[in-house]
């Protein structure tokens, strides 16, 4: 399991984490977002989305779990996981029996004000460099 927890100090840091994860990730990847509202999860989306290149304004993850939590699960989740782009999902807590086993999950916790503290988590191999690289930048 690759595991770190750091923290960031303004908005503008949390959304440059999201931007420094866009090299690591490919076709495919799923990111986790969880954390309370307010916590930063849109703030980071906003920064893998710049990171791709993306410059619509980010209202909200890609695809909101919680909308699942009644049961409905044909909303098509599986055409984003398996599409040709990387998938968001905020609120996985309602879907995890869905979640790829390989994916990156990221909580984030407000500390007040803009202070933000970030968990990264995975069990997939091919983010060790992310995490080697994370440890020294996000100290």
Do not use: C
Not at 35 to 54: P, R, Y
């Amino acid at each position: 399991m690759l595991d770190y927890t750091f923290k960031t100090h303004e908005q503008k840091e949390t959304a440059g984490f999201g931007r420094f994860v866009v090299p690591y990730l490919s076709v495919q990847s799923v990111i986790t977002l969880s954390g309370d509202l307010g916590a930063g999860k849109t703030t980071f989306a906003s920064g893998v989305a710049a990171g791709l290149g993306i410059h619509e304004h980010v209202i909200s993850p890609t695809f909101d779990a919680y909308r699942l939590e009644d049961g409905n699960k044909d909303l098509g989740l599986e055409e984003f996981i398996e599409g040709n782009g990387i998938t968001l999902i905020e609120w996985p807590q309602f879907i995890n029996k869905l979640i790829p086993a390989n994916a990156l999950h990221i909580v984030i916790r407000n500390l007040g004000g803009d202070e933000r503290e970030i968990h990264v988590s995975t069990t997939n191999v091919a983010y060790e460099k992310m995490f080697n690289n994370m440890k020294e930048i996000y100290q």
